[in-house]
T-cell receptor, first 111, second 112 residues
Framework: DAKTTQPNSMESNEEEPVHLPCNHSTISGTDYIHWYRQLPSQGPEYVIHGLTSNVNNRMASLAIAEDRKSSTLILHRATLRDAAVYYCILSWMDSSYKLIFGSGTRLLVRP | SQTIHQWPATLVQPVGSPLSLECTVEGTSNPNLYWYRQAAGRGLQLLFYSVGIGQISSEVPQNLSASRPQDRQFILSSKKLLLSDSGFYLC???????????FGQGTRLTVV
């Protein structure tokens, strides 16, 4: 199973951009890169996903390296509500589309 | 729109008692269904997934079982709970394409 590596924690100031890195050096050609975040005492929430090209949505941007061995989730302006654990996950395209979560990055946002 | 219901929100059970957690999905058909467990301060561990009625795959050996009696119903069970079964249990569903997964609000289980 392809695995991801993320820093345990990161800190940011409110209103500043945040770049959350993820390494997935064993990614296969059909693996999608997903990002979820989990607020305290809640289930994970989808943030964004992509395959090869960079992706943007209302929540964040996803920058994928050309060799696909790493990616970066970009929060353009961090708010206090963005404090959460962010998970970078590879979803492989068998019939199950399993999502295997790692330990994630705990993001602390300072006011 | 699609919704996922998971209950109860909290549960305190004695060691050795049975467990049944239910998850239902609305607004979609033939979803992939998942049960995860999260121990305190830890990441999410995939316990079971199902790609169709009666089709259950177990990811880790444990004291739990899962069943899918209907297309949009997923049940997590145990005949005898252990202290180590305590945790935050989350149900999730995903479409058959590689799209986003939706999680329920979770059940916080404490085995005493």
């Amino acid at each position: 199973d392809a695995k991801t590596t993320q820093p345990n924690s990161m800190e940011s100031n409110e209103e500043e951009p945040v770049h959350l890195p993820c390494n997935h050096s064993t990614i296969s050609g059909t693996d999608y890169i997903h990002w979820y975040r989990q607020l305290p005492s809640q289930g994970p929430e989808y943030v964004i996903h992509g395959l090869t090209s960079n992706v943007n949505n209302r929540m964040a941007s996803l920058a994928i390296a050309e060799d696909r061995k790493s990616s970066t989730l970009i929060l353009h302006r961090a708010t206090l509500r963005d404090a959460a654990v962010y998970y970078c996950i590879l979803s492989w395209m068998d019939s199950s589309y399993k999502l295997i979560f790692g330990s994630g990055t705990r993001l602390l946002v300072r006011p | 729109s699609q919704t996922i219901h998971q209950w109860p929100a909290t549960l305190v059970q004695p060691v050795g008692s049975p467990l049944s957690l239910e998850c239902t999905v609305e607004g979609t058909s033939n979803p992939n269904l998942y049960w995860y467990r999260q121990a305190a301060g830890r990441g999410l561990q995939l316990l079971f997934y199902s790609v169709g009625i009666g089709q259950i795959s177990s990811e880790v050996p444990q004291n739990l079982s899962a069943s899918r009696p209907q297309d949009r119903q997923f049940i997590l069970s145990s005949k005898k709970l252990l202290l180590s079964d305590s945790g935050f249990y989350l149900c999730a569903w995903k479409g058959v394409e590689n799209t986003e997964a939706f999680f329920g609000q979770g059940t916080r289980l404490t085995v005493v």
